[in-house]
């Protein structure tokens, strides 16, 4: 026994205690777990062949749990603070969005669990983005935001004392991680008050918003918190009659009878009292816009031919097309697909491990589509516009450099594709295993 609090108790904590942190920081957030937690209610009522298809795979539980965060780091150490941070807590990085294509001078990562058993003991994840501050064309003003930047610190020092006992250790016990998870918390916390004069404030606002929102403050504020709803229509529909205003479309793929990917929407930003400190000592009142609400529902996770058709689709290519419907998608090979044997199935039959079809068709074995666990770059591109004002337009020509950010992370990235390849591979081979064929 190591006495270690495991890394997802860890994360399932720091996400009810985020949760509760954004909840008394920004009230339309709680109204808006209330608003979802009643249409994930009655889409379960009204939909029992879904609510049981949860309750198979595994994700019965973690739906009212479930929610994503983002948040916006300045430098390449404070990427490496958060993902020391993040990995205490099992959550990786995985995948590279550019941002810089839709006129967002930030490239991100998803951190995030990254096997089956830990995505359902706490999915949490933070969408997280690296300022790229050499697409600022202004050098003095892009000198001046890094020279700010420098002097920050955003972990508290018993957040830094405790991951290097963490590191030192293998682990945290109960006392430390009591410690651990309200100082790591810190960091998150929305400041009122900015690092600097209300004049550097404008000018940062004036070369990009984003830019502003990230050098301004002692910290990387958690800009949004996203709950997992099961109905995405119906939802959009009741936050706009309960005057939320939210966007007009919802990103991602349109509605269908088999949902993939991820659908999103969000509502504007939040209009909050800032202070800023004046060179003379007095200070200057302000605001700042940059935190919002959003919802997301989760479909399938497409492999990368069926994400190929889908890019095509939504580019406009004519003559493609994604089956709305679980089983074609899986035999033609577009989406991935976690096995197991039905509840009823005899668990020995004879060898015969290459009839895997004729036991599905008997209904011996089942096939769930993989939820996907990762961002679109569209949507986020979406999402990010519609937040940070409609003034962000175009493009920026530098294209992302997913070398760059891994430099900057002093790791790789992890593949999505690979991860739901490993997924279901592992989910056949214990199909193999409880009909005792040999493997593979
Ligand atoms: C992140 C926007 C992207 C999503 O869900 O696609 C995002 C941000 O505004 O910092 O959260
Ligand atoms: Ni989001």
């Not at 916006?72 to 959550?91: D, H, K, P």
């Not at 016990?173 to 810190?186: G, I, K, T």
Request: include cysteine; hydrophobic fraction near 45%; charge should be negative.
């Amino acid at each position: 026994m190591s006495g270690f609090v495991p890394a997802s108790e860890l994360r399932a904590r720091f996400a009810a205690m985020l949760s509760d942190m954004y909840r008394a920081e920004v009230p339309q957030y709680g109204a808006l777990l209330a608003l979802v937690a009643d249409i994930n209610r009655e889409t379960l009522v009204a939909d029992p062949t879904l609510a049981d298809a949860l309750r198979a795979s595994g994700e019965g539980d973690r739906i009212d749990a479930e929610r994503h965060g983002a948040i916006r780091l300045g430098t390449a150490r404070e990427l490496r603070c958060v993902a020391r941070a993040f990995r205490l807590m099992g959550m990786r990085p995985v995948g590279y969005y550019d941002l810089a294509a839709a006129g967002v001078p930030v490239h991100s990562t998803a951190f995030r669990p990254v096997d089956a058993g830990e995505l359902a003991a706490s999915p949490f994840r933070v969408f997280t983005s690296l300022l790229r501050l050499e697409l600022i064309e202004d050098v003095a003003l892009r000198d001046e935001a890094a020279a700010i930047l420098s002097r920050r610190s955003i972990l508290t020092e018993e957040a830094t004392a405790l991951l290097a006992a963490a590191d030192a250790n293998g682990g945290l016990d109960e006392a430390q991680s009591e410690r651990f998870l309200p100082a790591l918390l810190e960091t998150f916390r929305w400041h009122s008050r900015a690092t600097i004069d209300r004049e550097i404030y404008d000018r940062l606002l004036a070369s990009h918003r984003l830019v502003a929102d990230v050098v301004s403050f002692p910290g990387p504020h958690i800009n949004h918190l996203t709950p997992r709803v099961l109905d995405i229509d119906a939802a959009h529909a009741r936050m706009a009659a309960l005057g939320f205003g939210p966007k007009d479309t919802i990103e991602g793929p349109p509605r269908r009878r088999c949902p993939i990917l991820l659908r999103q929407t969000s509502f504007k930003a939040l209009s909050e009292a800032v202070a800023f400190p004046g060179r003379t000592g007095l200070s200057a009142e302000g605001s700042h816009t940059a935190r919002f609400g959003e919802i997301e529902q989760r479909g399938a996770a497409l492999t990368r031919e069926g994400r190929a058709r889908y890019d095509r689709l939504i580019a406009g290519e004519a003559h493609t097309s994604l089956p709305d419907d679980a089983d074609a998608l899986r035999r033609e090979r577009l989406a991935f697909f976690r096995y197991r044997p039905a509840e009823s199935a005899p668990r020995r039959l004879p060898p015969s491990p290459g009839n895997l079809e004729a036991l599905i068709a008997d209904g011996a074995v089942v096939a769930a589509p993989i939820t996907y666990e990762d961002f679109l770059p569209v949507s986020a591109a979406g999402i990010f516009r519609s937040n940070l004002g409609d003034e962000v337009q175009g493009s920026y020509a530098a294209a992302g450099s997913r070398p760059a950010f891994e430099e900057a992370l002093g790791e790789p990235v992890s593949d999505e594709f690979t991860l739901y390849a490993r997924d279901e591979a592992e989910s056949l081979a214990a199909v193999d295993r409880a009909f005792g064929w040999p493997a593979g």
